[in-house]
Structures are given as structure tokens and as C-alpha cells.
């Protein structure tokens, strides 16, 4: 397939390993924030072919894993309500809450639909009209677009039994809480190459200034990774600080204006809470009150009490990068995929499910010889 073949290629991986090695003197600590970048370090094994100065840390780069234990509840209540149908994908089926999953609420006679687009949700809310239909949304700016588009033609609809619980949030603010910690040993990031190609990369730079941290946007391929840690080494040797953007097949400096367009039109930034981080300033999108009458927290009330995390998972410790899934003592033993104790070990970029999948043979695999 152009554009990912070519990318696992071990032509073009050695000579670039050997420049890495050469030129790095010292340690140095790296983020990836997409949780899609750790599963490719994880599935090639990319820490192996790595100098042992270069530490990859993993960041808080996976949607599902930061929606708080408060909107799962509330998903979990919506959906048990009467006459009610839950849309949501397949990754937050099995995300643990305090009383238990969307598998579980589905097995206590709610009525929770796996879509595979937004815009599935509205055929649900068309086809079912006596039924209030809420869009369990989620997702970092990424997908907003397309939870944009469901509520635009709700509205163009005219469908009055479609609501959306959005649980959007933003990655700069993220980065920014992660910098300002006391126990950051961050020196430079990996940035998500499919966040920008939507935002564009002017986020970045006063982030890079401000905490002397290079930022290198990448994408999700065995060579996107190394080519993003070979130019974090390289500025990070010549005392540099800059956003370099190595996923320019992809990513533009403006990114996607008719995206950025729709999603302002219907979101606006707020402070959002992110499980295991706390609440982030601007750090998630919220609908406007003109399309108040399609925000399910707006439509609906409830009070689902107080929510703490459970003191039995340190996933907030996972996203923030301070350990890694295999310094949990509950990693693999308690916490599997299907009987999982926090979201990393759940969604299809979580760290601990990256690394239960991936770590449990040895050695580099698939790049293509």
C-alpha cells in the first residue's frame, strides 16, 4: 500500500538507526503522544534497535484511556434510561466505570449500538423516532469533525430524538499539564501526526519556546518514528527547541480549514477533565449553547455522585509517562484485555494493551527484509 509499505522498509531503517547511534552523546527522554505511535514501538520493537541513551516514554495519547470515570457513568446511566438507545464505538464497550462496563448495562437490558461512524447514529435516530438516541462521542480533535457533521444534519433534519454526550478533548493543553509537573522528564515529544493534519502545527511553537522542548510531528509507521526520534536527537544535541513537521505527506501548517471550520462552528474550548490527569485547562471542546438542544448534558439530567479512581490501577501514572504498563503490579495478572482494570489495557491504543499484545514475544518483527 503507497505510503505504509514503503515506510516498514528495513532499506532505509538501518542507515538511520546507524545516524541515531552516531549521533546522540547522551541520554535523552522522548514522548510519543499518539497511543497509535506506542503501538508501533511496541509491534516493531523499535526500543531495541535504539541507542540505550534514547528513553521512549508513553504519553497520554489514547481518547478512550482519558475519558473520565464521570462520563462513563454517565453513558452507562443514559443508556439504562427508558426508551433510550446508547451509540458508541467498540473501543469504549468495556471501558471500566464504578458500576461496571457498557457490556455490562447492555446485559442489564440497555439498548447499546457499536457504530462505526457518527453518522450511523443518525440512522439509528431515524429509524427509531420514539426513542431518544444519544452519540457517546469521543475522541481527540481527530474525530470532532465528524461528531461536528452528526450535529449539523440533526439539525438540517430536523430530528428532535438526537443528542450528543461528547467527551472531546485537545492535546497542546495536555502536553502543557505534562511540562508543568514537577516529575516531567520529558526532553522532546513525538507529536500525532493525525491531530495536526487537522489543527495545522501553530499550536506548537509557543510550546516548544516556552519549555525549551522540541516538538516533532510524525506519523504511525516503523521509519515515521525513527525519522521523528532522529530529528528530536538532532535538535536536542544542538541545544534547539523548534516544531519540525516530518508527516508532511500528511500534515499542513494550516491543517484541514474546512474541519477547523465545522468544528468551531459547533464546539468551543473549554476546561475538561481527563481521567488520570484532572481537569485541563481549554484541554476539551464543548457544543455551543446555539446547538444546545442536541448536548445531551444540556437535554438531560442526572447526578451520578462522587466518582474517584480506583486506587487498584496507577493509569494515571501510564499516561503521564512516569511508568511503564509493565511496572504494574496488576499488569497481566488482574488487569487482561477482557477482564481489564483501567482503560489502557481496553482501547486499541492504550500503552497496556500495546504492550500485553506486543511484549509478550521478543525481538524486532515486521519490517519487511
Known amino acids: 500500500m503507497k505510503y505504509q509499505s514503503e515506510f516498514r522498509d528495513a532499506d532505509p531503517i538501518q542507515p538511520l ?23 508501533t514501538i511496541a509491534r516493531y520493537a523499535l526500543e531495541e534497535l535504539l541507542p540505550e541513551q534514547i528513553d521512549l516514554i508513553h504519553g497520554p495519547g489514547c481518547p478512550v484511556c482519558v475519558t473520565p470515570l464521570e462520563q462513563i457513568e454517565a453513558a452507562i446511566h443514559l443508556a439504562l434510561q427508558p426508551d433510550t438507545i446508547l451509540c458508541t464505538f467498540g473501543d469504549m464497550m468495556r471501558v471500566p466505570g464504578l458500576t461496571g462496563d457498557l457490556f455490562d448495562a447492555r446485559s442489564r437490558s440497555a439498548d447499546v449500538r457499536i457504530i462505526t461512524s457518527t453518522l450511523d447514529a443518525l440512522t439509528v435516530a431515524q429509524e427509531n423516532p420514539e426513542h431518544d438516541v444519544i452519540l457517546f462521542a469521543l475522541g481527540f480533535e481527530t474525530t470532532a469533525p465528524t461528531t461536528s457533521i452528526a450535529i449539523k444534519q440533526s439539525k438540517q433534519l430536523a430530528l428532535g430524538n438526537f443528542s450528543v454526550l461528547a467527551a472531546h478533548v485537545r492535546v497542546p493543553p495536555a502536553m502543557e499539564l505534562i511540562l508543568d509537573s514537577p516529575d516531567c522528564r520529558v526532553d522532546a515529544f ?33 521509519l515515521d518514528i525513527l525519522l521523528g526520534i532522529d530529528a528530536a536527537v538532532t535538535q536536542l544535541e544542538q541545544g534547539r527547541a523548534e516544531v519540525d513537521n516530518r508527516y508532511a505527506r500528511a500534515v499542513q501548517a494550516e491543517g484541514n480549514p474546512i474541519a477547523r471550520s465545522m ?4 464546539f468551543a474550548v473549554t476546561d475538561r477533565a481527563w481521567r488520570g490527569l484532572g481537569v485541563i485547562a481549554q484541554g476539551g471542546l464543548t457544543i455551543r449553547e446555539t446547538f444546545a438542544e442536541y448536548d445531551a448534558t444540556a437535554r438531560f439530567h442526572w447526578d451520578i455522585g462522587s466518582v474517584r479512581e480506583p486506587t487498584d490501577c496507577p493509569a494515571a501514572s501510564v499516561l503521564q509517562g512516569l511508568i511503564r504498563p509493565s511496572q504494574c503490579a496488576q499488569f497481566g495478572n488482574r488487569c487482561q484485555p477482557e477482564h481489564p482494570l483501567g482503560a489502557p489495557m481496553v482501547s486499541t491504543e492504550g500503552a497496556c494493551a500495546a504492550y500485553f499484545r506486543y511484549r509478550q514475544t521478543a525481538g524486532p518483527a515486521g519490517i519487511s527484509t
Do not use: N
Open 17 to 39: 538507526l546507524k545516524r541515531i547511534a552516531d549521533r546522540v552523546s547522551r541520554p535523552w527522554t522522548i514522548m510519543e503522544v499518539c497511543g497509535g505511535q506506542t503501538h
Open 190 to 222: 513525538l507529536a500525532a501526526g493525525h491531530v495536526c493534519t487537522v489543527t495545522g502545527t501553530g499550536e506548537y511553537p509557543p510550546i516548544a519556546a516556552r519549555y525549551a522542548v522540541p516538538i516533532v510531528i510524525t506519523g504511525f509507521e516503523p
Open 263 to 266: 468544528v468551531d462552528e459547533i
